[in-house]
């Protein structure tokens, strides 16, 4: 998972600019609707809304502008169009894709996704053809320099975490979706700063990717994640740590 956890890493630094040009403001507004949509407006009952309003946070989204996010997934200020639609493919190399989408425009989306695919050596497939390959997580950061390892392998464990890994400069804790926020509660309790907190599609499985295939597999995932209606990109490749430096760059 190094490689992994390597890209995630650029992408939360890229994070950065994007919020600065807008882009993330926008992803983030429709994450909050539709969990707003789902699981009501209040964040105490509703752990996705408490999530991508922390997300929103984040990046310094004004409250004025998470408060009517709320209220148009709630109904109170218009109709949500908005639909979640989840696209499975396959990149370079054979690596499963999956892709988490929020848009108002389904056959449009379908298609601009698929054209995505195609430009990079990529193959959009069937609803299931690599969904099984997954399985929702709950994952939570922690900065190493934060935190006295056993201290923190003691405490995450009793509280239910699956598992703790440490890459370069950050411990990875990996929970069911259902305890992110015990996990979080106990960690603040204990004066124990989080990097970030996420539900996310974790790979049962990575499959080794270099060369050309490498290269490709990265440009097919940085044009997803581009993309307006794409909310998330999820796959279960391994790339080298210094591969993914040298195209990051």
């Keep these: 998972m190094s490689g992994h956890n390597k890209w995630a890493s650029i992408k939360h630094k890229k994070m950065a600019t994007d919020a600065k040009r807008g882009k993330m403001f926008t992803k983030i507004i429709r994450e909050i609707m539709m969990a707003a949509k789902m699981g009501g407006g209040n964040p105490e009952n509703n752990p996705h809304l408490r999530i991508a309003i922390e997300r929103a946070r984040g990046i310094n989204m004004p409250n004025d502008n998470i408060q009517r996010a709320i209220k148009k997934g709630t109904g109170e200020d218009g109709t949500v169009s908005l639909e979640s639609v989840g696209y499975e493919g396959y990149g370079p190399g054979g690596i499963a894709v999956l892709v988490e989408t929020l848009t108002d425009n389904k056959r449009r989306t379908a298609a601009e996704i698929r054209s995505i695919f195609s430009r990079h050596n990529g193959n959009l497939g069937e609803s299931g053809c690599v969904s099984w390959m997954f399985e929702r997580k709950g994952v939570i950061d922690v900065k190493k320099e934060n935190v006295n390892e056993e ?7 009793d509280a239910g975490a699956d598992d703790l890994q440490l890459d370069n400069d950050v411990f990875e804790i990996v929970c069911p979706p259902d305890k992110v926020e015990t996990i979080k509660k106990i960690l603040e309790q204990n004066n124990i700063a989080i990097e970030s907190a996420s539900v996310n599609l974790i790979p049962k499985n990575t499959v080794r990717v270099e ?16 993309h307006e209606d794409v909310q998330n990109v999820h796959s279960n490749f391994d ?7 040298a195209m990051s760059k």
């Design 239 to 245: 790339i080298p740590d210094d591969v993914i430096e």
């Design 211 to 226: 060369g050309k295939d490498a290269e490709q597999l990265l440009k097919l995932l940085d044009e997803l994640e581009e």
């Design 151 to 157: 201290q923190l392998f003691s405490l995450v464990l």
